[in-house]
């Protein structure tokens, strides 16, 4: 859906938790240049302020400055619009624009972190810390505007990228680990999240356009990995990272 389907907009801003002083937020920089330059908002004004750690706070602009704005809250809400299960999307490294592309749908859909991953066969290197913070920088900044336009109150969680193996010591602390397969022996996502009790963290791992090598495969599987199908066909990358998303909240439940 657009948004058209509300009668009025909303439009969150963003503010980090450490711009929360007593019942006074400060928001700086270009966020702070958005609200007074481009809306023209004006003193007294009511806008919506999320932290990115699940807090929205309704408020009322105090303090409007050429690179600052100063707002006083009104009351907060909490973990609104944010699924029941906490959601780590793995996704094999892409080249290109892909990873964006994932990041800015799956944080509309309610991910709550992502684990970009390198794998043997990855086409894409990422062998430079100044390349790597320029793209966790990027990546950071579409799932800030993706959070607004959702109206979620989480940021999403961008871990460095790293190789599968570092991925699959961490699996022990995910009640489920599922991976997109088209193995014959892949089990459909009803019979992989069956429980008696509801999950609370699970673990989603999909490929990059080359794929896993057989011994990646065999590593995925020995760490709890449980191979799933996400249909007869064979999607791209950022298609399966989308819809695997897309299917697990829609069987677990998505709010609270």
Not at 14 to 38: M, Q, T
Not at 125 to 150: F, G
Not at 186 to 205: H, N, R, T
Request: hydrophobic share 40%; glycine share 8%.
């Amino acid at each position: 859906m657009g948004g058209g389907y509300l009668q009025k907009v909303v439009t969150n801003f963003y503010s980090p938790p450490e711009s929360v002083k007593g019942d006074l937020i400060r928001i700086e920089g270009e966020e702070a240049r958005h609200i007074a330059k481009v809306l023209r908002h004006k003193k007294g004004d009511a806008i919506s302020i999320v932290d990115g750690g699940g807090v929205r706070y309704k408020t009322v602009l105090e303090l409007i400055k050429r690179d600052f704005v100063e707002a006083r809250v009104i009351n907060q809400v909490r973990r609104e619009n944010e699924p029941v299960v906490n959601l780590t999307l793995a996704c094999g490294l892409s080249v290109g624009w892909k990873m964006d592309l994932i990041i800015e749908k799956c944080t509309e859909l309610g991910v709550r972190k992502f684990i970009p991953v390198l794998v043997e066969q990855s086409l894409v290197e990422l062998d430079q810390p100044t390349k790597i913070k320029k793209k966790l920088s990027r990546w950071n900044k579409v799932a800030v505007a993706a959070m607004k336009q959702s109206l979620r109150c989480y940021l999403p969680v961008i871990e460095e990228p790293q190789s599968l193996g570092a991925l699959a010591l961490k699996t022990l602390d995910y009640e489920r680990c599922l991976i997109a397969s088209l193995e014959r022996e892949a089990i459909s996502l009803k019979e992989a999240l069956q429980s008696e009790s509801p999950f609370k963290d699970v673990l989603l791992l999909v490929g990059p356009e080359s794929g896993f090598s057989d011994e990646e495969l065999q590593l995925c599987k020995e760490r709890r990995f449980i191979p799933v199908k996400l249909g007869p066909r064979r999607l791209r990358t950022e298609t399966a990272g989308i819809v695997f998303c897309s299917l697990v909240l829609g069987y677990l439940g998505e709010l609270e």
